[in-house]
């Protein structure tokens, strides 16, 4: 498993960032953008100049497993 790592946003600028239609419109949401390589970077939407952490597509794929699975449920009320 490779660790993930930080990426300045102005080396993302070509990407397209989408966030979930459940966002809140306050800027309370997370970000993802699909990376040429195929890794997946993560921002915050409140800071979008601010740094991204990019994870591989395996790495996120077993967070959107446990996500679909409520393995993280207890972490919102």
């Given at each position: 498993m490779t660790e993930a790592h930080h990426e300045?946003?102005?080396h993302l600028r070509d990407v397209a960032w989408i966030k979930s239609s459940y966002s809140n419109g306050q800027?309370?949401?997370a970000e993802f953008a699909l990376l040429p390589s195929g890794?997946?970077?993560?921002r915050n939407s409140r800071f979008?100049?601010?740094p991204a952490i990019v994870y591989t597509r395996a790495?996120?794929?077993a967070l959107l497993r446990g996500v679909k699975d409520g393995?993280?449920?207890h972490l919102v009320s």
């Amino acid at each position: 498993m490779t660790e993930a790592h930080h990426e300045a946003t102005a080396h993302l600028r070509d990407v397209a960032w989408i966030k979930s239609s459940y966002s809140n419109g306050q800027g309370n949401c997370a970000e993802f953008a699909l990376l040429p390589s195929g890794d997946v970077a993560l921002r915050n939407s409140r800071f979008p100049e601010g740094p991204a952490i990019v994870y591989t597509r395996a790495e996120v794929d077993a967070l959107l497993r446990g996500v679909k699975d409520g393995e993280f449920d207890h972490l919102v009320s």
